[in-house]
């Protein structure tokens, strides 16, 4: 089992709209869920880091635990179609055509610690911040690429900006 990806612990509210979003609530009807603004929820799922990790784990325990659940099921309705199947070859075909859909549901992404969305958040603001040095660098100018230089720049840019987040965000 995955342990909790942050120390810092959600307050109630949170915690409670989170619950609402995992049963499929949206963010006005979790914030009611809650006692909090649509906004608020809003915020919290855009910009909270913590709330975010958490959120991510969450959706990911539950979309494993309903795979499981799925998987346990899969025995006995093999069982059932097989019987199905044998006088039928009807349905048979139509098993076939829909067994070409299997596996299109892929599982829910996003990182599920606050170092995780923080990094993330910390390798956009580096790319925006290069593509605007490289776009005040070219103004009347060919540009020519060092792939180098940029992969260089760009890794100091994500060092900078997960430091700043950090300090922001991790600093209780």
């Keep these: ?13 949170q915690e409670l709209a989170i619950s ?4 499929g609530k949206t963010d006005t009807q979790a914030g009611k869920v809650a006692g909090v603004t649509r906004e608020c929820v809003n915020r919290w799922r855009n910009h909270d880091p913590f709330f975010q990790a ?15 659940c799925l998987h346990s099921l899969v025995s006995d309705a093999l069982r059932t179609i097989s019987e199905a199947v044998k006088n039928n070859p009807t349905i048979a075909m ?6 070409q859909g299997l596996n299109v549901i892929e599982p ?8 995780g969305i923080l990094l993330e958040l910390a390798c956009e603001r580096a790319e925006l ?3 605007e040095m490289r776009r005040k660098e070219s103004e009347g100018q060919l540009v020519i690429i060092d792939p180098i230089r ?10 900078k900006h997960f430091s700043i987040l950090k300090e ?5």
Excluded: Q
């Design 108 to 115: 829910p992404t996003g990182p599920t610690t606050v170092e």
């Design 94 to 99: 139509k098993i076939l055509e829909k067994c």
């Design 20 to 23: 609402a979003l995992l049963a």
């Design 168 to 172: 922001k965000h991790l600093v209780e």
């Design 150 to 159: 940029d992969t260089e720049e760009l890794s100091a840019l994500v060092t």
């Design 54 to 68: 958490e959120y991510n784990l969450r959706r990911d325990e539950t979309w494993r635990s309903h795979k499981e």
């Design 129 to 131: 911040e290069l593509t």
């Design 1 to 13: 089992m995955v342990t909790k990806p942050h120390k810092k612990s959600l307050s109630p509210e």
